[in-house]
């Protein structure tokens, strides 16, 4: 199985970019890579997902190198509204680990 | 809007009880998932079912159950509730099996058992 890799949390201050690295050593030939986001007491919201190269969306971007290992997600000038727990996943349905979330990281937006 | 909806949001039950909490997949989305999220915790991944039948189990007990209709929406039934099964449960949903489906999430029903 792909396991993910993150920090555990992560402090920014309002205006700046932010940039939330996951390790996944592991990847599959077939697997993607999705970023959630989740405040408290919600369920994860789909941010963002890519298999290679750079993905870039109304919210984020996604930075996916050659080798795969890693994945960064960029948050570009956060707000305290991004203040969250995110969640990088690896995986496909035919070896299961996109259901499974890790611990994430806790993002903490300070004024 | 995520499009998906789950029913109750809130439920108080008392111990050895059974409860069964609902949820509507978005329209056009044929798998279901179930996850279950206590205080502090991460999101466990309890089953998943894709067009009626059961695809991907978890760590889910044998307490637990769960089924998807017909029309799509299921059922995740939790019977001798015990304390320690408070918690958020979320049901997602997602178009198909294949690579790159997202994952969309409903807000969840809290448990709490007294």
């Known amino acids: 199985l792909a396991k993910t890799t993150q920090p555990i949390s992560m402090d920014s201050y309002e205006g700046q970019e932010v940039n939330i690295t996951c390790s996944h050593n592991?990847?599959?030939?077939?697997?993607?890579i999705t970023w959630y986001q989740q405040f408290p007491s919600q369920g994860p919201r789909f941010i963002i997902q890519?298999?290679?190269t750079k993905v870039t969306n109304e919210v984020a971007s996604l930075f996916i190198p050659a080798d795969r290992k890693s994945s960064t997600l960029s948050l570009p000038r956060v707000s305290l509204s991004d203040t969250a727990v995110y969640y990088c996943?690896?995986?496909?349905?035919?070896?299961?680990?996109?259901?499974?979330f890790g611990s994430g990281t806790k993002l903490n937006v300070k004024p | 809007d995520s499009g998906v909806t789950q029913t109750p949001k809130h439920l108080i039950t008392a111990t050895g009880q059974r409860v069964t909490l609902r949820c509507s997949p978005r329209?056009?989305?044929?798998?279901v998932y179930w996850y279950q999220q206590s205080l502090d915790q991460g999101l466990q991944f309890l089953i998943q079912?894709?067009?009626?039948?059961?695809?991907a189990k978890g760590n889910i007990l044998e307490r637990f159950s769960a089924q998807q209709f017909p029309d799509l929406h299921s059922e995740l039934n939790l019977s001798s509730l015990e304390l320690g099964d408070s918690a958020l449960y979320f049901c997602?949903?997602?178009?198909?099996?294949?690579?790159?489906?997202?994952?969309?999430f409903g807000n969840g029903t809290r448990l709490t058992v007294t």
């Open positions: 996943l690896v995986g496909d349905v035919y070896n299961f680990n996109k259901f499974y």
């Open positions: 890519g298999y290679k």
């Open positions: 329209s056009g989305d044929l798998s």
């Open positions: 592991n990847i599959a030939t077939n697997d993607y």
């Open positions: 079912y894709y067009n009626g039948e059961e695809r």
């Open positions: 997602a949903s997602s178009v198909e099996l294949g690579t790159g489906s997202p994952l969309h």
